[in-house]
């Protein structure tokens, strides 16, 4: 079955510094989606990726799909309190909609 | 538009006994999916329903669980007996296509 490793688990980052986390497939990936999740709540939907070498850009978050590496990357440019929050990224190898996910990287952004 | 409703949202049992969740996905949406998110974890699949037809269900444990989409709209996820492992987020989500959506989740403890 297919498993997604992110990394890191968790990060704390100073407001208005960049950061990135990636999302490691063990199986090929058709398609790659990033959700956030704030504690208590559902997942909301981010981005979705398919090609190799796509790049999608949402408001200060990019992401980016590696094929051959297996690999996606979600970028968050000048930080805010507002992006606080769980990123998980989530896939099916099959190519329908995601039912694998990774576990998430909890992110904290102080002032 | 609304989006997908749970309820409820928070619910306290102990074990043995029964529980239900009821799910109302977004109008038109034909897959629905119900999923089991732990603490730390990220969201694993329990079944994923086509209409009224349950397409994936491979992972729902069937000596306690069962889950119903008798019209192909709302659902109900049902659990009987409840074990102190079975305490987590349960979501739905709904899906015109690629994108889910999920909804707020019912938070059950089994004391």
């Known amino acids: 079955s297919q498993e997604l490793e992110q990394s890191p688990q968790s990060l704390i980052v100073q407001e208005g510094k960049n950061l990135t986390i990636n999302c490691t497939s063990s199986?090929?990936?058709?398609?790659l989606y990033w959700y956030k999740q704030k504690y208590g709540e559902g997942l909301i939907f981010l981005m979705m990726?398919?090609?190799?070498?796509e790049e999608k850009s949402h408001e200060k978050i990019t992401a980016k799909l590696d094929e051959k590496k297996q690999q996606s990357s979600l970028h968050i440019t000048a930080s805010q309190p507002s992006h606080a929050g769980t990123y998980l990224c989530?896939?099916?190898?099959?190519?329908?909609?995601?039912?694998?996910f990774g576990k998430g990287t909890r992110l904290s952004v102080i002032a | 538009e609304a989006g997908v409703v749970q309820s409820p949202r928070y619910k306290i049992i102990e074990k043995k006994q029964p529980v239900a969740f009821w799910c109302n996905p977004i109008?038109?949406?034909?897959?629905l999916y119900w999923y089991r998110q732990n603490l730390g974890q990220g969201p694993e699949l329990l079944i994923r329903?086509?209409?009224?037809?349950?397409?994936?269900d491979s992972q729902l444990p069937k000596d306690r669980f069962s889950a119903e989409r008798l019209k192909g709209v709302d659902s109900t996820l049902k659990i009987q007996p409840a074990e102190l492992g079975d305490s987590a987020v349960y979501l739905c989500?709904?899906?015109?296509?690629?994108?889910?959506?999920f909804g707020p989740g019912t938070r059950l403890t089994v004391l």
């Open positions: 109008s038109g949406h034909n897959t």
């Open positions: 989530g896939a099916d190898s099959s190519g329908n909609t995601p039912l694998v």
């Open positions: 199986k090929t990936l058709y398609g």
């Open positions: 989500a709904s899906s015109p296509g690629n994108e889910q959506f």
């Open positions: 990726l398919q090609k190799g070498g």
């Open positions: 329903y086509e209409n009224e037809e349950a397409v994936d």
